[in-house]
């Protein structure tokens, strides 16, 4: 369609499309995904919750891009889900799958019911295992694709007050790597994007308390997809921007895990708790 723009298709849309999946595609980082993959020439799935977003941004990507966009309006975290996506997706060649939808209760352990705790494992481990099963092996049977994993620095080591979500974070960067390892000589490209805090709505409605040091830096959406896009392929891991590769350095390499697992939960304290909830004392 003349007027339209596919700038980067050549090389991306032969290894990863025709079709891509954006898993919490409405708003933030996930659209920003949609939308460097309309700009590579990917025909998309968007799948989330609000419908009325996803028709705003589809309406959006088509008028600029010469793609088809199809919605699926899907809670992730509901058993049904990840069958549900199989079913409407099965007359679509995907070849990229990224998972980036995500549930943080963040806040001292106990201000959450344990629901909120298994939501965290509903919507960050349960579908993503589900999605990589169904299009894993769909893209081994086809030899090509490539599986992105959206992850967080939160999960290298324990995390204070988000402790669950950074157990459930771990659990994507291992699951990445070893399916990495398992399928690179298949055709098959899986990468874990360890990314520290993003300008998402998500994280803005979190309400993080600024602190004056490292942890107040963010990232652009934009500039976490770029990156990622860039390593899928050649890397199993990916940690977009310096100051977070090398925060991450240190943290890793030059600390002690322990040491890690305090400074990280000084950070947090300071960025996500109130003065009455610092105490970590539970009544019996
Ligand atoms: N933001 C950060 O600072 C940060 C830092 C490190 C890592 N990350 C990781 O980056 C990813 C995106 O971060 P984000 O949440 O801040 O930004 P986001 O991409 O702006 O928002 C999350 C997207 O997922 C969708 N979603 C959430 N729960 C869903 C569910 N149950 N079913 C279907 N869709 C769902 C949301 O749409 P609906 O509400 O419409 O469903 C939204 O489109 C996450 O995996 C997160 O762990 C973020």
Avoid at 227 to 250: C, D, K, M, W, Y
């Amino acid at each position: 369609m003349p007027g339209k723009a596919n700038s980067h298709s050549k090389e991306f849309r032969p290894s990863y499309g025709p079709w891509a999946l954006v898993a919490g595609a409405s708003e933030g980082l996930g659209a920003a995904y949609a939308e460097a993959l309309a700009r590579r020439g990917l025909d998309l799935v968007l799948v989330a919750r609000r419908l009325e977003l996803l028709q705003q941004l589809a309406a959006r990507l088509t008028a600029q891009y010469d793609i088809s966009v199809r919605l699926l309006p899907i809670d992730l975290s509901q058993p049904e889900a990840v069958n549900q996506i199989a079913r409407e997706t099965q007359s679509v060649e995907l070849g990229l799958l990224v998972y980036n939808a995500a549930f943080s209760a963040v806040g001292p352990f106990f201000e959450h019911p344990l629901d909120d705790h298994l939501k965290e494992v509903d919507t960050n481990v349960r579908p993503v295992l589900g999605l990589v099963d169904t299009f894993g092996r769909r893209m081994l049977a086809a030899g090509h694709g490539g599986i992105i994993l959206m992850t967080s620095l939160s999960a290298f080591q324990g995390s204070a007050y988000l402790s669950t979500y950074s157990a459930t974070k771990a659990f994507n960067i291992v699951l990445a790597e070893g399916l990495w390892e398992e399928w690179r000589r298949s055709g098959v490209d899986v990468l874990a994007c360890i990314a520290g805090a993003i300008r998402t709505p998500n994280y803005l409605a979190s309400s993080p308390k600024r602190t004056g040091n490292i942890s107040d830096a963010t990232q652009e959406p934009e500039a976490v997809v770029a990156e990622a896009l860039a390593a899928l392929g050649h890397r199993p891991t990916v940690i977009p921007g310096q100051l977070n590769r090398l925060t991450s350095f240190v943290m890793r390499r030059l600390l002690s895990r322990r040491a890690a697992v305090r400074i990280m939960g000084e950070v947090l304290r300071g960025m996500y708790v109130h003065e009455e909830s610092k105490s970590p004392e539970v009544e019996a």
